[in-house]
């Protein structure tokens, strides 16, 4: 299975709460595309507070619109320098292959 989660890092002036209802737009977004019931059963996300991270799991299609999605509003609503977003290697693969 291709495991796809990203990694939404925010810097310190970016309230998670904040970041997690603009989530939850995209979240909005893709039920208009795939509806309620396909977006319960694909997305998967998590919230650690601590490190001011939010990780959202888009290896299916859901994840990914809504990724893209999310992205998109965060660009829009904070600025490209307000957060990172990356792909998490896989568990196992490859250095390089994790890199590409």
Known sequence: MNTAVYRFTFDRTIRLPEAEQTLHLAVLGAEGLFGEAQVR?????????PRRVLLVDGSNKVGAAV?????????????????????VPEVGAHPREAAA
């Open 67 to 87: 990724i893209r999605m999310f992205t998109a509003l965060l660009l829009r609503e904070i600025g490209s320098q307000r957060f990172t977003v990356r792909r």
């Open 41 to 49: 059963m694909d997305l998967s996300y998590h919230i650690d507070e």
